[in-house]
């Protein structure tokens, strides 16, 4: 049986445009991100895991989703524009997923150690501990931060 992404996930209702392209164990997104845009693209990133019957690595694969998307939109985003054009990745694996998030932006990530009482800084952190590999690099449009995560043994 056939699945259709746009079958298995109403479109996202806050008024981003999403350019979405599936083909057999990959899903590439294309959109404007905004703030409001974040869990929209993540509510597709878990529907390709749902088609793809990866539904025990939905929780870490869309929280990573979520905090790559977030920190792209908080640091690849000009001060003077709403949104950054992001592309995310999520391709199948023979034993997990690949999930990468690119931007414009040329500087890589930098960790850093958040304080107790701030409320950021814990994203790259978070990312690490999500997923089984992680890392950046630099393309000529800007940069790749990326992250598998494997299915549990």
Do not use: Y
């Not at 990866?54 to 709403?82: C, G, I, M, P, Y």
Request: proline residues 5%; aromatic residues 4%; charged residues 25%.
């Amino acid at each position: 049986m056939k699945a259709d992404l746009m079958e298995a996930q109403p479109p996202v209702t806050d008024g981003t445009s999403a350019a979405v392209r599936t083909r057999s164990g990959a899903c590439e997104i294309d959109v404007a991100l905004t703030a409001a845009a974040v869990s929209g693209v993540r509510d597709l990133v878990s529907a390709c895991l749902r088609l793809w019957g990866l539904t025990e690595l939905d929780w870490r694969v869309t929280l990573a989703a979520s905090e790559l998307l977030t920190n792209a939109f908080q640091h690849a985003r000009k001060e003077d524009e709403s949104s950054v054009p992001v592309k995310v990745v999520l391709t199948r694996t023979p034993d997990g997923v690949f999930l990468c998030v690119s931007d414009p932006h040329p500087w890589l990530p930098v960790p850093v150690l958040a304080d107790d009482n701030d409320e950021g800084g814990r994203g790259l952190m978070l990312i690490k501990k999500l997923s089984d590999r992680c890392g950046c690099s630099s393309t000529a449009h800007g940069k790749d931060v990326w992250a598998t995560i494997l299915h549990s043994a």
